[in-house]
């Protein structure tokens, strides 16, 4: 069974004193059944408001979703009921997205509650114990009665997966799950969501600013900026044979060895991510590309085919493709 996500042109107008920020723009992607697809960006790159309009949590947006056979958004409470069902989201704090006053127990089995999932006392008790095994805390009995503050963080980010687990999700969207993480616990999290994935099926929009996560995770690569995806192709063509010079620039300052890289001409990123609120015109990585022309200062690049479901939103493909590496 394939499923596909299919966002297209959507906008979200923040307001920003009196004017508005466009923060995502003309997004379209898919994500297959079991696929983990990684969406990459600089902070104000528009990744959590995708995950958050994906989710239907946001006002203000445009744009079409194909969940499964179910096209959203929706008017019908049930089919939205539905979807709320299959898909879940992981935030990126553990300790803000759990209520300190509650314990472990309550937490997971909250949207059972919600949702009126299970049958009686022993079913529920049942299910949080599994969801919390599933997700690495074994034994669950152990952590039934303890409260937030009482585990470490990535304890505490196992019971938010284990929440999330419990409705028995098609789609996750974790939003930086395990960067406010030590690092001595980030590949243990890491580990926990791909074995979710084998044994489960389940898909993930994994969302990180960090290039070197989504060389641990990811099946598919998508590569934001500035509220657009300029980049979006297998793990594979975007490690190893990149063709945006964005995406060429995150490659270079990633820290892996492993990653094919050549010595010349190396591509390097300066400057800021321009403000939300001014994007520049033309191509909005213009400001900061290094191969920039004057037709990339008054012409968007539209996203293009490049084969084997790489896309890249650049004029120059052709030519820069041996310029840089
Ligand atoms: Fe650089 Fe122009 Fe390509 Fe944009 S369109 S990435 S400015 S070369």
Not at 214 to 226: E, G, K, N, P, T
Request: glycine share 6%; charged share 30%; with cysteine.
């Amino acid at each position: 069974v394939k499923y596909d996500l299919h966002q297209s042109w959507f906008k979200e107008l923040f307001s920003k004193e009196k004017s508005y920020v466009k923060a995502v723009d003309g997004v379209d992607f898919t994500i297959h059944k079991g696929e983990i697809l990684t969406l990459v960006g600089e902070s104000g790159s528009g990744k959590t408001t995708t995950g958050k309009a994906i989710l239907q949590l946001l006002d203000n947006v445009e744009g079409d979703i194909e969940f499964n056979g179910t096209s959203l958004p929706t008017k019908e409470k049930k089919v939205l009921k539905g979807f709320r069902q299959d898909a879940q989201m992981i935030y990126q704090d553990p300790y803000q997205s759990l209520n300190p006053k509650d314990r472990v127990f309550d937490i997971v089995a909250e949207p059972l509650v919600v949702n009126k999932m299970a049958r009686s006392e022993q079913e529920k008790e049942e299910k949080v114990k599994t969801a919390l095994e599933s997700s690495g805390l074994k034994p669950a009995e152990k952590y039934l009665a303890k409260y937030p503050h009482e585990l470490s963080g990535g304890q505490r980010q196992r019971v938010a997966i284990a929440a999330a687990l419990i409705l028995n999700p098609k789609l996750i969207i974790a939003d930086e799950p395990v960067s406010m993480l030590d690092m001595s616990v980030r590949s243990d999290i890491l580990r926990v969501l791909i074995q979710l994935r084998d044994h489960k099926d389940i898909s993930y929009l994994f969302i990180t600013h960090d290039l070197s996560l989504a060389w641990l995770i990811s099946d598919r690569i998508a590569i934001m900026y500035l509220g657009k995806i300029v980049e979006v192709g297998s793990y594979d063509k975007i490690m190893n044979a990149s063709l945006h010079p964005y995406t060429k620039a995150l490659i270079n300052v990633m820290p892996r060895l492993e990653v094919k890289k050549k010595r010349e001409k190396r591509l390097t990123l300066t400057g800021e991510t321009p403000d939300p609120s001014n994007v520049p015109s033309g191509c909005r990585f213009h400001p900061r590309c290094p191969f920039a022309q004057e037709k990339c200062k008054q012409s968007e690049p539209s996203i293009r085919d490049f084969g084997d479901g790489h896309h890249v939103a650049c004029h120059f493909v052709e030519e820069l493709k041996e310029e840089v590496s």
